[in-house]
């Protein structure tokens, strides 16, 4: 598929791109003057900053796509503090792996 048809395809779900960059960007720089932008962990900046397209790609694009609404809620978990994890004690894939045991469904096994 060409890069082409795939941006065509995308913006039926995502919305036009500037029209959710501009209104990203806004929710990013309104957010970014609260009292506790400074407080806040690199994980937590970092969800809220994932969060933001998503929420513009509901504004723009197909608010019924699921793929926006949980990727909203997956960023809101990796930033919640019970869900932090030391990058020292844990690798990323042994993280992707309990992540997906805990929130993907389950899936039968291919070789049976």
């Given at each position: 598929?060409?890069?082409?048809?795939?941006?065509f395809e995308?913006?039926?779900?995502?919305?036009?791109?500037?029209?959710?960059?501009?209104?990203?960007?806004?929710?990013?720089?309104?957010?970014?003057?609260?009292?506790?932008?400074?407080?806040?962990?690199?994980?937590?900046?970092?969800?809220?900053?994932?969060?933001?397209?998503?929420?513009?790609?509901?504004?723009?694009?197909?608010?019924?796509?699921?793929?926006?609404?949980?990727?909203?809620?997956?960023?809101?978990?990796?930033a919640a503090?019970?869900?932090?994890?030391?990058?020292?004690?844990?690798?990323?894939?042994?993280?992707?792996?309990?992540?997906?045991?805990?929130?993907?469904?389950?899936?039968?096994?291919?070789?049976?």
């Open positions: 598929m060409s890069i082409e048809k795939i941006i995308r913006s039926k779900t995502h919305g036009d791109f500037a029209k959710v960059s501009l209104m990203s960007q806004q929710l990013k720089a309104v957010l970014a003057q609260g009292d506790n932008w400074a407080k806040l962990t690199d994980q937590q900046r970092e969800a809220i900053e994932m969060i933001c397209p998503k929420l513009a790609r509901i504004m723009f694009g197909n608010n019924n796509t699921s793929e926006h609404w949980n990727d909203i809620s997956g960023y809101a978990l990796l503090d019970d869900y932090k994890f030391n990058v020292n004690d844990i690798s990323v894939e042994d993280e992707i792996a309990e992540f997906a045991k805990k929130f993907a469904p389950e899936r039968k096994d291919e070789n049976s």
